[in-house]
């Protein structure tokens, strides 16, 4: 049998069923300022919509207002690992004590359905990783008065300019420091985050040439099926210490050393990136780089706050920095 659809509780029916005005029950659902309606009265009309099951119809609120009290996360087509939904989880909590709500989606190469800047109306759209003039132009045509990052990639800086950008860095200076200069770069296959596997290892390479002139001895994309080999390959080589792209990554190369009879961190010294819990799980525990993932997640919620409200921007403060966390593995 084919549903009935159920008809939805409008003010007009709270008015209806109290003798009031529609007027006098809008003010009061609406929590309109500046009316002077009797305590009495706003208690009865809040009584009777939660009698009669009324809820706010959002779409005319936002239609009204111009608001929709909804911001727009664009995120990378990347695996949600354990730094991402720590920062998710954190934006959400403090948008939503603002009043706010977050949404996020995902575009993927060749999809089909309709972006969500179009069908939700947010107030601000904010990108995980910078938005290509095209996407920033198709995004505004919609009515969306705020963009973040305003600019194409590329333009006036981006998300890589802030200090949780920086963990390859720390990596190699930490490694160095502790007299290891033949280096290795484990990397992730994962073509969804070949972009940032490949920043990473840029940077690293940069930091390690700086250092010491010298080059990344190999590099490699390890995984469960072939890091054995990979790591015997580079003790062979002279390897003798790796910069993993992530902690799973640096844990893979940690178990294949360790089988191997390979000493860590007398002969391989390893470090992750992230700082997942799995970094102090494994035994040796890993030497990592944190992120402060909750900081980043109450920073970009400031940041989309800032555009939706009018107030100034947060500044990118010790939150957002990438801090060394040393373990057994160096």
Known sequence: MPRTAVKRVTAADVARSLGLSRATVGFVLNDTPGQTIPEATRERVLAEAKRLGYRA??????LASGRSRIILLVLPDWPLEYSMRSHLDEASLVLDQAG???VTMTPHPGGQARPLWETLRPDVVLGMMPFDAQRIEEIRATGVQHVIPPTPAGENGTAGDLGFADGPRLQVEHLV???RTRLAFA???DPRIADLVSQRRALAAKTLADRTGDGLLAE????PSNAGAT???????????????????AALVLGAALRAGIQVPEDLA?????????AQLVVPSLSSVRIDSAGL?????????SAATGAAPPAAGPETDAQLVIRETT
Do not use: C, F, K
């Open 57 to 62: 119809n959002s779409a005319a609120q936002a």
């Open 100 to 102: 706010y709500s977050l």
């Open 177 to 179: 420091e502790r007299g």
């Open 187 to 189: 990397r992730s296959d």
């Open 220 to 223: 490699a994309a390890v995984s």
């Open 231 to 249: 790591v015997a390959e580079w003790i062979a080589a002279g390897v003798d210490g790796v910069i993993a792209y992530n902690d799973e990554i």
């Open 270 to 278: 390893i470090i992750g990136h992230d700082d997942t819990p799995v």
């Open 297 to 305: 997640g109450r920073y970009l919620a400031a940041l989309a706050l």
